[in-house]
């Protein structure tokens, strides 16, 4: 079953249905996302006008996708809900797991062999509860979704923060932590704050050098990482309308890197072309008869102001190439402008090691074709490249069709690795080092979308930088960071000067897309029989136990760790060689927070154990407190939790005995995380408070027993001279997840309904 049409009939017909009754209530035309929220209201017609950035709705998501590495914990959490079958579609996709070291082929092997206890899993876990199963090398997961599930006006959900990439094809799809994916696969509904809306209005038309990931680099470098938190950015005008769906995708998928829920486009003729590209000549039909439903009402692009909450404007004839980076996504250099001066003054590499092409929002095959154009000059000109290529295609879909068209042949003639098509460096999942912590320092340029510290190689002195797959092409032949393919020249191996001519390539392959084994299983019909085993010895695996309540009295609680500056999900739950942990909660709570700065002493992993006055990991700090049965509190400061969606960095703390979080704001997924979780998600209400907090203190909570949604909580904070602070707290809990936190976690609630 590649997409369910029937599904996406219903779908269509709730549209044409509730979007009148929406429009009326609302009492003014609706954009695109508004339609696909109030279309897939878990009560159906919409019968009230939602505030946005305020109230808590109920959906009904039409889909689920899961990546193999969060999947583990969302599996295992949906087989403590006692239901006998996923309610919604939903499908898992191995692809985080396969380490890029020799090739495709071994890489793959060697993946098959060291992960084959998870791959099993996943696959009967699949099998028994109707989940559609994507084994390992068919596809990094927002790639095969984009081929194969998405659909324009449709909502999904995915266990992993690029799941957004399906806005792309018109879709509302978020990430979110393996819990909310449990309550959808449970057939619950699924709460999201009513997201605030970002317009943004393309004119131009992209053209020679510039490439649709540099419209997202553009954004990035406006509204920053944080910029787009709680709110979905809708893009829209003629530059839209003029993009690929895949590059439309590129778009999407990187509004994960400004925090925002997600990211859409109106259906349009693009979508149509990639819909029947891929053997969904129904979906496209059926979304043609709806069109007008599919997009904004005409009045809202026409005066977006009045209708978004912020509106940005970008003409893509003016906008050129950047490269953003290093170590966030949101520093914009202007292929052309000042890298060299930057580079000098920041003391960046600007020899450039090795040019990654790849990763969930560049791995198509207009990406390759293009980036390809540019390898091929390198073989015509008679350059040899400078830096080392590394590929790693988005699907097998792509790849087959991508060989057969001689594309990947054009990387292979000049010594590129073509790896699995898999997350691979993206994830950290790259054996480049066999030392990363001593490796040196260096600078490397790929189409990923993440580029913090350490986050492809393990390597910290790695300055990673973002750039469009033809723009990393070229600079990994001109092997410097400061390379402006459109002015200068590079010598041949002939001493002749020669320039690189603009990228050019196919939205869609010209003798279509092939493939010859997708790596789909489709799950049997009645699993009831399928056998689930997970060996208790097992430390890749592993059962769980139901979370006890915290309660509504936490006195004595012991500062963890206060975590200075940028603490995102990496910092908190490791990827990298951690990933191997993620079906084992006792065992990946080894990593918890060691990534994090101690902001007393500026070392990461290096904390105070209060009990003893010594210093040591935060892990094992946190085990001694736990085994005495004291709580602890870990304080933090703006986004904490930004990245990526996994709910280890909220298990974690739990299991390991943190009862609370607070910090001065939070990225929104790892918020709800905590909540899910049973924990105590909090925000200073005066940010200066982060400042009074010392090493030895203290935390008594003096007002839990009236946990209510808008009520402030406080806080006495004890210094280690006897001197106290109360200090007033924020948070965002509604009346459902105060129950959660009574309960222990939102899964032991749904555990209680189902009994
Ligand atoms: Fe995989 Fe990197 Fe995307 S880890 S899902 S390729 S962001």
Redo the contacts with the bound molecule.
Sequence with gaps: MAFDIDMIKKVYANMTERLDAARSIVGKPLTLSEKILYSHLWDGKPTKAFSRGKDYVDFAPDRVAC?DATAQMALLQFMQAGKPKVAVPTTVHC??LIQAKSGAEIDLKHANNTSSEVFNFLESVSNKYGIGFWKPGAG???QVVLENYAFPGGMMIGT?S?TVNAGGLGMVAIGVGGADAVDVMAGMAWELKFPKLIGVRLTGKLSGWTAPKDVILKVAEILTVKGGTGAIVEYFGPGALSMSCTGKGTICNMGAEIGATTSTFGYDDSMERYLRATDREDVADEANKIKDYLTADAEVYANPEQYFDQVIDINLSELGPLLNGPFTPDLSTAVGSDMTDKAKSNDWPIKVEWGLIG???NSSYEDLSRASSIAQQALDKGLKTKAEFGINPGSEQVRYTAERDGILDVFEKLDAKIFTNA?GP??GQWARYSDPKNAPKNSIVHS???NFAKRADGNPNTHAFVASPEITAAIAIAGRLDFNPMKDTLINENGEEVMLDEPTGWELPPKGFDVKENGYLEPVADGSGVEISVNPTSERLQLLTPFTPIGESITGAKLLIKAFGKCTTDHISMAGPWLRFRGHLDNIANNTLIGAVNAFNKKTNFVKNQLTGEYGGVPDTQREYKKNGIWSVVVGDHNYGEGSSREHAAMQPRHLGVAAVIVKSFARIHETNLKKQGMLGLTFANEADYDLIQEDDTFNFLDLNEFAPEKQLNVEVVHADGSKDVIALNHTYNDAQIEWYKEGSALNLIKKQNA
């Design positions: 990546q692809d985080h990094i997961i927002h992993d690029h990763s969930c929002t997350c993206c994830i990923f979308n993440r």
